[in-house]
């Protein structure tokens, strides 16, 4: 991997034990707010959901989470360091990332194994470098935990949905990172599909050694058993947030998405439906 320059991380140390702090946090491109005054505090231990409608500024938000992204105005601190300039990259390998606009950016005819390992390098096309068998064992390992190792040989372009959303966690987690951002990763699933990737987030979830998860979804019955926590985000502003079980509650979905919602539990797992 890269030795990159922290020119731009700030390290006079961690305000704080938090994975993520945001204090303050705006984004505005032009004269609309994405993020409006966001706090959001993550510990060590917490799996967090991030809900909200179409355009709430969920994505913009793991954005910024994932270090790609500058706020406006306000302070972030993700893994104990500031973001404050450009350069990145120190910081970028600890925290992992799945979301569609990466999965967009890996050549079709890349083999899964190779999707899986080059995310050593911080990059989405095997060229010439070198990996090491440690590599390409935990490359191995990945696809195994999420039950597509079978596919190691095949084309990304030519798996299906299902498949390529596994294959994408398992490379986000390629770098044995301290958070993993998954943005959306149930979209796009069939219902057995959507189910098995719940599955294996549950199991995820449930792994002491697993980094810190955030989920981002549009959907309640997306949520894994173990998933700890919630933020509820309404037009870039935090409608709600904290322990998901207070938090995921009729009234509150009825307000984020501003139509009138039922909750229902059943089991480890949750349901909305309309009111009316
Ligand atoms: N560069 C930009 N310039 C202007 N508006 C933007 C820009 N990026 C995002 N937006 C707008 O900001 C809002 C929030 O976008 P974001 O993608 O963060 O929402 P989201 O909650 O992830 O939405 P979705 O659920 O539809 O994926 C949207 O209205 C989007 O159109």
């Given at each position: 991997m890269s030795q990159p320059s922290s020119a731009s991380v700030t390290t006079a140390g961690p305000s704080s034990d938090w994975v993520l702090e945001l204090e303050g946090v705006s984004v505005r491109r032009g004269t609309k707010m994405i993020l409006d005054a966001v706090g959001w505090q993550v510990a060590e231990d917490e799996r967090w959901v991030v809900l909200g409608r179409n355009g709430a500024g969920k994505t913009t938000l793991v954005q910024i989470a994932a270090a790609r992204l500058h706020p406006t105005r306000g302070t972030v601190h993700v893994l104990g360091e500031r973001l404050g300039g450009s350069d990145l990259s120190e910081l970028r390998p600890r925290i992992g990332l799945a979301s569609a606009a990466l999965a967009e950016r890996i050549p079709a005819d890349e083999s899964v194994r190779d999707v899986v390992v080059t995310a050593a390098y911080?990059?989405?096309?095997?060229?010439?470098?070198?990996?090491?068998?440690f590599d390409t064992e935990r490359g191995t390992d990945l696809l195994r935990l999420f039950?597509?190792?079978?596919l190691a040989d095949r084309a990304f372009g030519t798996l299906s949905e299902g498949e390529r959303k596994r294959v994408q966690i398992a490379?986000?987690?390629?770098t044995d990172p301290e958070l993993l951002l998954l943005d959306e990763p149930a979209a796009g699933l069939d219902l057995g599909g959507r189910e098995e990737l719940v599955e294996a987030l549950a199991e995820l979830a449930g792994d002491a050694a697993a980094p810190v998860l955030v989920l981002v979804t549009h959907h309640v019955e997306e949520i894994p058993p173990g998933f700890t926590h919630l933020l509820l985000l309404r037009d870039g502003q935090v409608h709600a947030a904290g322990p998901l079980e207070e938090v995921l509650t009729s009234e509150n979905l009825s307000g984020a998405f501003g139509i009138p919602l039922v909750v229902e539990r059943a089991g480890d797992r949750w349901a909305a439906r309309s009111a009316r």
């Open positions: 911080g990059i989405t096309g095997r060229w010439r470098e070198e990996y090491e068998d039950g597509v190792d079978h490379r986000s987690l390629m």
